[in-house]
């Protein structure tokens, strides 16, 4: 059974950093593209990154190219989302989401195959 668990969400200024992690337990995501996703109240959970099943092709949202890092550890089984120059717009649930094996990184939710429950990302202006 694959159980993806986020944390690292919180409150911060506009300007300011967060880093979000997604730990994967149950089977090891070598192999398996990972992807974050964001949610704001009212709208669509929308695609913010992915890394590639090699772990060498990553892709962004173009709303947050240049701001937004994508990473993973495969020692620990956890990809992590490193954000800075944080926006008000930003603030949203951001889930991360893993792929089954072989597949590679997609844009679109209906793609990934397991979902963790989301961590909250507030930004003050």
């Known amino acids: 059974q694959v159980q993806l668990v986020e944390s690292g969400g919180g409150l911060v200024q506009a300007g300011g950093s967060l880093r979000l992690s997604c730990a994967a337990s149950g089977r090891t995501f070598s192999s398996h593209a990972m992807g974050w996703f964001r949610q704001a109240p009212g709208k669509e959970r929308e695609f913010v990154a992915f890394?590639?099943?090699?772990?060498?092709?990553?892709y962004y949202a173009d709303s947050v190219k240049g701001r937004f890092t994508i990473s993973t550890d495969n020692a620990k089984n956890t990809v992590y989302l490193q954000m800075n120059s944080l926006k008000p717009e930003d603030t949203a649930v951001y889930y991360c989401a893993k792929r089954d094996r072989g597949y590679e990184g997609s844009v679109k939710a209906k793609d990934y195959d397991y979902w963790g429950q989301g961590t909250q990302v507030t930004v003050s202006s």
């Open positions: 890394v590639g099943w090699s772990g060498i092709i990553m």
